[in-house]
T-cell receptor
Protein backbone atom coordinates (compact mmCIF):
# COMPACT_ATOMS: atom_id res chain seq x y z
CA UNK A 1 0.00 0.00 0.00
CA UNK A 2 1.56 3.30 -1.05
CA UNK A 3 -0.62 5.61 1.02
CA UNK A 4 -3.52 7.81 0.01
CA UNK A 5 -3.76 8.30 -3.74
CA UNK A 6 -5.58 11.17 -5.46
CA UNK A 7 -6.35 11.71 -9.11
CA UNK A 8 -5.93 13.85 -11.06
CA UNK A 9 -3.07 15.88 -9.58
CA UNK A 10 -4.10 18.98 -11.49
CA UNK A 11 -7.35 20.02 -13.14
CA UNK A 12 -8.04 23.18 -15.11
CA UNK A 13 -11.65 23.76 -16.02
CA UNK A 14 -13.84 26.51 -17.37
CA UNK A 15 -16.34 28.17 -15.10
CA UNK A 16 -19.67 26.37 -15.19
CA UNK A 17 -18.22 22.95 -15.97
CA UNK A 18 -18.49 19.94 -13.69
CA UNK A 19 -15.41 18.21 -12.28
CA UNK A 20 -14.88 14.97 -10.39
CA UNK A 21 -11.93 13.94 -8.26
CA UNK A 22 -11.05 10.50 -6.98
CA UNK A 23 -9.41 9.37 -3.74
CA UNK A 24 -8.11 5.90 -2.90
CA UNK A 25 -7.46 5.64 0.84
CA UNK A 26 -5.11 3.35 2.73
CA UNK A 27 -6.81 -0.01 2.44
CA UNK A 28 -7.30 -0.78 6.13
CA UNK A 29 -8.58 2.71 6.97
CA UNK A 30 -12.35 2.86 7.35
CA UNK A 31 -12.57 6.64 7.64
CA UNK A 32 -12.09 8.95 4.67
CA UNK A 33 -12.08 12.75 4.70
CA UNK A 34 -12.14 15.57 2.18
CA UNK A 35 -10.52 18.92 2.89
CA UNK A 36 -10.00 22.07 0.87
CA UNK A 37 -6.91 24.25 1.08
CA UNK A 38 -6.41 27.69 -0.40
CA UNK A 39 -3.03 29.42 -0.76
CA UNK A 40 -1.51 30.40 2.56
CA UNK A 41 -4.16 28.67 4.65
CA UNK A 42 -4.44 25.40 6.49
CA UNK A 43 -6.75 22.71 5.17
CA UNK A 44 -10.45 23.14 5.95
CA UNK A 45 -12.72 20.17 6.60
CA UNK A 46 -15.43 19.46 4.02
CA UNK A 47 -16.87 16.02 4.80
CA UNK A 48 -16.06 12.54 6.05
CA UNK A 49 -17.15 8.95 5.62
CA UNK A 50 -17.05 5.99 7.90
CA UNK A 51 -17.09 3.05 5.52
CA UNK A 52 -19.76 4.00 2.97
CA UNK A 53 -21.74 6.29 5.27
CA UNK A 54 -21.26 10.04 4.98
CA UNK A 55 -21.42 11.11 8.62
CA UNK A 56 -20.66 14.81 8.57
CA UNK A 57 -20.68 17.69 6.11
CA UNK A 58 -19.25 21.14 6.67
CA UNK A 59 -21.23 24.27 5.90
CA UNK A 60 -18.46 24.90 3.35
CA UNK A 61 -19.91 22.06 1.29
CA UNK A 62 -22.48 23.87 -0.81
CA UNK A 63 -25.18 22.05 -2.74
CA UNK A 64 -22.93 22.12 -5.80
CA UNK A 65 -20.60 19.70 -4.03
CA UNK A 66 -21.32 16.02 -3.62
CA UNK A 67 -19.15 13.23 -2.29
CA UNK A 68 -19.65 9.51 -2.47
CA UNK A 69 -17.96 6.39 -1.19
CA UNK A 70 -20.18 3.70 -2.66
CA UNK A 71 -18.38 0.56 -1.51
CA UNK A 72 -16.54 1.93 1.46
CA UNK A 73 -13.24 2.00 -0.42
CA UNK A 74 -12.47 4.81 -2.90
CA UNK A 75 -14.34 8.10 -2.84
CA UNK A 76 -15.26 10.73 -5.39
CA UNK A 77 -15.86 14.44 -4.92
CA UNK A 78 -17.88 16.18 -7.61
CA UNK A 79 -18.28 19.91 -8.05
CA UNK A 80 -21.07 21.02 -10.34
CA UNK A 81 -21.21 24.37 -12.14
CA UNK A 82 -17.74 25.33 -10.97
CA UNK A 83 -17.03 28.90 -9.91
CA UNK A 84 -13.73 30.74 -9.70
CA UNK A 85 -13.98 30.62 -5.92
CA UNK A 86 -13.76 26.84 -6.10
CA UNK A 87 -10.11 27.12 -7.17
CA UNK A 88 -8.15 25.40 -4.43
CA UNK A 89 -6.27 22.25 -3.50
CA UNK A 90 -8.65 19.43 -2.63
CA UNK A 91 -7.09 17.01 -0.16
CA UNK A 92 -8.23 13.56 0.82
CA UNK A 93 -7.18 11.83 4.02
CA UNK A 94 -7.92 8.51 5.64
CA UNK A 95 -7.61 7.12 9.15
CA UNK A 96 -8.49 4.32 11.47
CA UNK A 97 -11.60 4.81 13.54
CA UNK A 98 -9.79 4.83 16.82
CA UNK A 99 -6.61 3.74 18.48
CA UNK A 100 -3.45 5.08 19.96
CA UNK A 101 -2.40 6.32 16.54
CA UNK A 102 -5.22 7.17 14.24
CA UNK A 103 -2.84 7.06 11.30
CA UNK A 104 -4.38 10.20 9.84
CA UNK A 105 -2.73 10.34 6.41
CA UNK A 106 -3.21 12.84 3.61
CA UNK A 107 -2.86 12.38 -0.12
CA UNK A 108 -0.99 14.81 -2.35
CA UNK A 109 -4.19 16.54 -3.38
CA UNK A 110 -5.89 17.65 -6.58
CA UNK A 111 -5.16 21.21 -7.57
CA UNK A 112 -8.26 22.75 -9.20
CA UNK A 113 -8.05 25.93 -11.24
CA UNK A 114 -11.31 27.40 -12.54
CA UNK A 115 -10.80 29.89 -15.37
CA UNK B 1 4.38 23.75 -8.31
CA UNK B 2 1.92 25.12 -5.77
CA UNK B 3 3.38 27.88 -3.58
CA UNK B 4 2.26 26.85 -0.13
CA UNK B 5 3.05 29.41 2.50
CA UNK B 6 2.21 32.81 1.05
CA UNK B 7 1.75 35.43 3.76
CA UNK B 8 2.58 33.00 6.56
CA UNK B 9 4.75 33.76 9.59
CA UNK B 10 8.28 32.73 8.70
CA UNK B 11 10.98 31.24 10.89
CA UNK B 12 14.50 31.48 9.47
CA UNK B 13 16.97 29.15 11.10
CA UNK B 14 20.59 28.30 10.49
CA UNK B 15 21.31 24.73 9.45
CA UNK B 16 22.23 22.71 12.51
CA UNK B 17 20.39 24.95 14.97
CA UNK B 18 17.23 23.95 16.77
CA UNK B 19 13.82 25.24 15.64
CA UNK B 20 10.78 25.92 17.75
CA UNK B 21 7.38 26.40 16.12
CA UNK B 22 4.45 27.52 18.23
CA UNK B 23 0.73 27.05 17.90
CA UNK B 24 -2.21 28.26 19.97
CA UNK B 25 -5.40 26.24 19.92
CA UNK B 26 -8.82 27.41 20.90
CA UNK B 27 -10.88 24.49 22.15
CA UNK B 28 -10.12 23.15 25.61
CA UNK B 29 -12.13 20.05 24.71
CA UNK B 30 -9.65 19.01 22.00
CA UNK B 31 -8.17 15.66 22.90
CA UNK B 32 -5.63 14.97 20.18
CA UNK B 33 -3.12 17.12 18.35
CA UNK B 34 -0.96 16.55 15.29
CA UNK B 35 1.90 18.42 13.66
CA UNK B 36 2.09 18.26 9.87
CA UNK B 37 4.80 19.33 7.43
CA UNK B 38 3.78 20.50 3.98
CA UNK B 39 6.10 21.05 1.06
CA UNK B 40 5.11 22.84 -2.12
CA UNK B 41 2.80 20.77 -4.29
CA UNK B 42 2.35 18.06 -1.68
CA UNK B 43 -0.21 17.14 0.91
CA UNK B 44 0.41 17.52 4.64
CA UNK B 45 2.85 14.92 5.97
CA UNK B 46 2.40 13.56 9.50
CA UNK B 47 5.28 14.43 11.84
CA UNK B 48 4.19 13.66 15.38
CA UNK B 49 1.05 13.54 17.48
CA UNK B 50 0.14 13.88 21.14
CA UNK B 51 -2.93 13.16 23.23
CA UNK B 52 -4.31 15.61 25.74
CA UNK B 53 -3.34 13.38 28.67
CA UNK B 54 0.35 13.92 27.84
CA UNK B 55 2.62 16.97 28.17
CA UNK B 56 5.47 15.87 25.98
CA UNK B 57 6.23 13.36 23.28
CA UNK B 58 9.46 12.75 21.45
CA UNK B 59 10.19 11.37 18.03
CA UNK B 60 13.22 11.28 15.84
CA UNK B 61 14.70 14.83 16.01
CA UNK B 62 11.26 16.22 16.95
CA UNK B 63 9.56 16.92 20.26
CA UNK B 64 6.03 18.12 20.81
CA UNK B 65 5.08 19.96 23.99
CA UNK B 66 1.50 20.52 25.09
CA UNK B 67 0.49 23.11 27.67
CA UNK B 68 -3.21 22.69 28.31
CA UNK B 69 -3.33 25.51 30.84
CA UNK B 70 -2.64 28.12 28.19
CA UNK B 71 -3.78 26.00 25.23
CA UNK B 72 -0.39 26.06 23.57
CA UNK B 73 1.39 23.51 21.44
CA UNK B 74 4.97 23.63 20.23
CA UNK B 75 7.14 21.61 17.88
CA UNK B 76 10.87 21.47 18.44
CA UNK B 77 13.13 20.28 15.64
CA UNK B 78 16.66 19.41 16.66
CA UNK B 79 19.62 20.04 14.36
CA UNK B 80 17.49 21.55 11.61
CA UNK B 81 18.39 20.40 8.12
CA UNK B 82 17.71 21.92 4.67
CA UNK B 83 15.11 19.20 4.10
CA UNK B 84 13.12 20.59 7.03
CA UNK B 85 12.27 23.70 5.01
CA UNK B 86 8.49 23.63 4.59
CA UNK B 87 5.27 24.97 6.04
CA UNK B 88 4.30 23.45 9.38
CA UNK B 89 0.72 23.19 10.59
CA UNK B 90 -0.70 22.15 13.92
CA UNK B 91 -4.07 20.46 13.94
CA UNK B 92 -6.50 19.58 16.72
CA UNK B 93 -9.18 16.97 16.90
CA UNK B 94 -12.28 18.18 18.63
CA UNK B 95 -14.78 15.35 18.45
CA UNK B 96 -15.22 11.65 18.04
CA UNK B 97 -15.43 11.99 14.27
CA UNK B 98 -11.70 12.60 13.84
CA UNK B 99 -12.26 15.84 11.95
CA UNK B 100 -9.15 18.01 12.23
CA UNK B 101 -9.07 21.78 12.63
CA UNK B 102 -5.84 23.33 11.40
CA UNK B 103 -3.96 26.34 12.64
CA UNK B 104 -2.60 29.02 10.33
CA UNK B 105 0.80 27.51 9.61
CA UNK B 106 4.42 28.62 9.97
CA UNK B 107 6.96 28.64 7.17
CA UNK B 108 10.43 27.38 8.14
CA UNK B 109 13.40 28.42 6.01
CA UNK B 110 16.69 26.69 6.72
CA UNK B 111 19.76 28.68 5.77
CA UNK B 112 22.87 26.69 4.82
Amino acid sequence: DTGVSQNPRHKITKRGQNVTFRCDPISEHNRLYWYRQTLGQGPEFLTYFQNEAQLEKSRLLSDRFSAERPKGSFSTLEIQRTEQGDSAMYLCASSLEQGVNYGYTFGSGTRLTVV
Amino acid sequence: GENVGLHLPTLSVQEGDNSIINCAYSNSASDYFIWYKQESGKGPQFIIDIRSNMDKRQGQRVTVLLNKTVKHLSLQIAATQPGDSAVYFCAEKRDAGNKLTFGGGTRVLVKP
